[in-house]
Each structure stands twice: as structure tokens, then as C-alpha cells.
């Protein structure tokens, strides 16, 4: 099993930055796919971004591209999301998960979850 404990929400303006981490204990972390997802209120759950195993190849959603960083440290078994140019849409809770079988976009391919963090950007 994997434990995944998120931390670094906050309140923040629009145009401000905040980084996110995902702190991830239990099996090999290197060999799991994490992926950051966002719920906000009275939406469906939406793919961020994710980062590959040990290629450390990256994907984003559109609506983050050019503003949004995932990077992982697998020897301090983190992840991190680096956001920049935050706007009021990009309020939500934010969550990291992990699968092994290499999935990117869809939640229900994802194994494992954190509680979340919560993300507000005043306009």
C-alpha cells in the first residue's frame, strides 16, 4: 500500500504562487505514476498533472500548461506542484495519487489516495 499526505494549500491571490507536496510512504515509490487531481465545488473530479516513474516524463491539463511544474524526489519519496499565475478558477481541492500499472489522466486508474489540500485564489 501506499499512505500520500498532501500539504501546502492556502489562500492566495490571483497571480500569486503556491507549492504543493505529496508526502508518500509504503511501497516503492519510484515505480508509481503520481498524478495531481482537483475537485471544486459541485464539479467532477479533474486530472492536473502526473509525472512517470523513473523517466520522469510529465503531462498537464490544458488549463494548467505553461503555469503549473510537477517535479518528484524519489529519494525523499515527494512530489511536488509548483503553481504560478494562479486564477480564481484554479480554486479546489487538490489531490496527488499513485498507480503502477504508468495511467496519466483518468481518476479511477489511480490506486491510491491522499485527504487533499485545499487551494483558494481570491480575484
Known amino acids: 500500500q501506499v499512505q500520500l499526505v498532501e500539504s501546502g494549500g492556502g489562500l492566495v491571490q490571483a497571480g500569486g504562487s503556491l507549492r504543493l507536496s505529496c508526502a508518500a510512504s509504503?511501497?516503492?515509490?519510484?515505480?508509481?505514476?503520481v498524478g495531481w487531481f482537483r475537485q471544486a465545488p459541485g464539479k467532477e473530479r479533474e486530472f492536473v498533472a502526473a509525472?512517470?516513474?523513473?523517466?520522469?516524463?510529465?503531462r498537464y491539463a490544458d488549463s494548467v500548461k505553461g503555469r503549473f511544474t510537477i517535479s518528484r524526489d524519489n529519494a525523499k519519496n515527494m512530489v511536488y506542484l509548483q503553481m504560478n499565475s494562479l486564477k480564481p478558477e484554479d480554486t479546489a481541492v487538490y489531490y496527488c495519487?499513485?498507480?503502477?500499472?504508468?495511467?496519466?489522466?483518468?481518476?479511477?486508474?489511480?490506486?491510491?489516495w491522499g485527504q487533499g489540500t485545499q487551494v483558494t485564489v481570491s480575484s
Open positions: 509504503g511501497r516503492t515509490f519510484s515505480s508509481e505514476v
Open positions: 495519487a499513485t498507480n503502477r500499472a504508468g495511467y496519466y489522466y483518468t481518476s479511477r486508474d489511480y490506486d491510491y
Open positions: 509525472i512517470s516513474q523513473s523517466v520522469w516524463s510529465t
